[in-house]
């Protein structure tokens, strides 16, 4: 099958023809709109705004419960030292143990502390999405 030629381009070689290409489905019916989660939020109706008072809530209780156990565990440290005279003065590997749990011990409860925080905001987040995705 040959292409119709058009004009000449500038290095005077023959350019095809454009040829414009149509579906013939577009006289087709159209889906009906389903109201959707997405658009439930999108148009910020009161289901809408119930979604993402849900999405919200969690998110605030798992924030709470990360700062709680993180406090509760690097506040223990000072009440550990009050309660324990010993512990003021005693040495591991020539360091006081103050020192030691401050510079050293601290850090991983608060990398533990905002991994779990991540990871869990991420799987509240997925499983938003898939309810909210699933409303169709």
């Given at each position: 099958?040959?292409?119709?030629e058009?004009?000449?381009?500038?290095?005077?070689?023959?350019?095809?023809?454009?040829?414009?290409?149509?579906?013939?489905?577009?006289?087709?019916?159209?889906?009906p709109?389903?109201?959707?989660?997405?658009?439930?939020?999108?148009e910020?109706?009161?289901?809408?705004?119930?979604?993402?008072h849900s999405?919200?809530?969690s998110?605030?209780?798992l924030?709470?419960?990360?700062?709680?156990?993180?406090a509760?565990?690097?506040?223990?440290?000072?009440?550990l030292?009050?309660?324990?005279p010993?512990?003021r003065?005693?040495?591991?590997?020539g360091?006081p143990l103050?020192?030691?749990?401050l510079?050293?011990?601290?850090?991983?409860?608060?990398?533990?502390?905002?991994?779990?925080?991540?990871?869990?905001a991420?799987?509240?987040?997925?499983?938003?999405?898939?309810?909210?995705?699933?409303?169709?």
């Amino acid at each position: 099958m040959s292409t119709p030629e058009g004009p000449e381009d500038t290095a005077g070689q023959r350019v095809p023809r454009r040829v414009r290409v149509t579906s013939p489905r577009t006289s087709a019916a159209r889906r009906p709109i389903i109201p959707t989660g997405t658009r439930e939020i999108d148009e910020q109706t009161r289901l809408g705004e119930i979604y993402m008072h849900s999405l919200i809530q969690s998110q605030l209780r798992l924030a709470l419960a990360v700062i709680g156990g993180a406090a509760v565990v690097l506040g223990g440290i000072p009440l550990l030292f009050a309660l324990v005279p010993a512990t003021r003065t005693l040495d591991i590997f020539g360091l006081p143990l103050p020192w030691v749990i401050l510079g050293i011990v601290v850090y991983p409860v608060v990398y533990v502390s905002a991994r779990l925080y991540v990871r869990n905001a991420e799987r509240i987040e997925a499983d938003f999405t898939e309810f909210v995705g699933r409303q169709e």
